[in-house]
């Protein structure tokens, strides 16, 4: 099955510095998807791209989904303390057999240094 | 207010139980899922629902059996827990929107702990 590789698996920052996160996959999606998980919480939708080559930008946060289809990033600009969490990537063939089915990433642990 | 619940929040139960897990979402989607988060905060899609149909079913022990009643919930049943059941339950929604997809919304998880 398809598999995503999401590095780095943590990060520990200063706050006001800019993260980047990205996935690769070892075949394409039509989607890519980011969602961040506070603790105890459910993965909350930040950012969904639908095209290869698209840039999308939501607050301080910015993604692109890859040419190739395969890939995706994740800026943070200025982080702040409450950016703390884990940040998941998740890809999704929409439509046919897959019917929303995501494949997530293994998880980036952000950590902000006030 | 919440748009996907879940109850219980925190459950605690021995090996061998049968135990339930309820969700609702009232976004008026037609589309729910159960994924599984293991300790290592991997998450991976176990069912989903579309309009009372069951769509996906990874590989999953048939000791896992989903219900949904109507189009606003999916129950989660487990007989016979073993260890290995203990993980973060999630249960999420969605509606077809752009071009097919399905963003999905999530609950707040359900913690399964086996004694």
């Known amino acids: 099955g398809q598999q995503l590789n999401q590095s780095p698996q943590s990060m520990f920052i200063q706050e006001g510095e800019d993260v980047s996160m990205n996935c690769t996959s070892s075949s394409i999606f039509n989607t890519w998807l980011w969602y961040k998980q506070d603790p105890g919480e459910g993965p909350v939708l930040l950012i969904a791209?639908?095209?290869?080559?698209e840039l999308t930008s939501n607050g301080r946060l910015t993604a692109q989904f890859g040419i190739t289809r395969k890939d995706s990033f994740l800026n943070i600009s200025a982080s702040i303390p409450s950016d703390v969490g884990i940040y998941f990537c998740a890809g999704c063939n929409a439509g046919g057999t897959s019917y929303g089915k995501l494949t997530f990433g293994q998880g980036t642990i952000l950590t902000v240094h006030p | 207010d919440t748009a996907v619940s879940q109850t219980p929040k925190y459950l605690v139960t021995q090996m061998g139980n049968d135990k339930s897990i309820k969700c609702e979402q009232n976004?008026?989607?037609?589309?729910m899922y159960w994924y599984k988060q293991d300790s290592k905060k991997f998450l991976k899609i176990m069912f989903s629902?579309?309009?009372?149909?069951?769509?996906i079913n990874e590989t999953v022990p048939n000791r896992f059996s989903p219900k949904s009643p109507d189009k606003a919930h999916l129950n989660l049943h487990i007989n016979s827990l073993e260890l290995g059941d203990s993980a973060v339950y999630f249960c999420?929604?969605?509606?077809?929107?752009?071009?097919?997809?399905?963003?999905?919304?999530f609950g707040p998880g359900t913690r399964l702990t086996v004694l």
């Open positions: 976004l008026g989607h037609d589309t």
């Open positions: 629902y579309n309009n009372k149909e069951l769509i």
């Open positions: 791209l639908y095209k290869a080559g």
């Open positions: 999420a929604s969605s509606q077809e929107g752009l071009a097919g997809v399905h963003e999905q919304f």
